[in-house]
């Protein structure tokens, strides 16, 4: 069981980044998932989840900026980020809450 995070990146104020989150088998689909990111020093924060059924759910730092999707047939989540700012700037991690099972991140840089 394994998480492959990717699409991070620097990019301006104001720009777009999609993280994927791509799972080794079928559990992607089959379980929620969440994406966290965490800047140093600071805890880990949870920025947006997916559940099985397709609810999904956001910090309301990103609510309206970001949105996450899933893609079954690629055991695959997506997190599109749009209208970054500065303080977006982490390393973001998604993760399977039911089995403990995280990904190894990946670092997001927004310059203004």
């Known amino acids: 069981v394994q998480l492959q995070a990717s699409g991070g990146g620097l990019v301006q104020a104001g720009g777009s980044l999609r993280l994927s989150c791509v799972g080794s088998?079928?559990?992607?689909?089959?379980?929620?998932v969440a994406w966290y990111r965490q800047e140093p020093e600071k805890q880990r924060e949870l920025v947006a989840y997916?559940?099985?059924?397709?609810?999904?759910n956001y910090a309301d730092s990103v609510e309206g900026r970001f949105t996450i999707s899933r893609d079954n047939t690629k055991n695959t989540v997506f997190l599109q980020m749009n209208s970054l700012k500065p303080e977006d700037t982490a390393v973001y991690y998604c993760?399977?809450?039911?089995?403990?099972?995280w990904g190894q991140g990946t670092q997001v840089t927004v310059s203004s």
């Open positions: 993760y399977v809450p039911f089995l403990n099972t």
């Open positions: 088998g079928s559990f992607v689909s089959r379980n929620t």
């Open positions: 997916i559940t099985k059924a397709g609810l999904t």
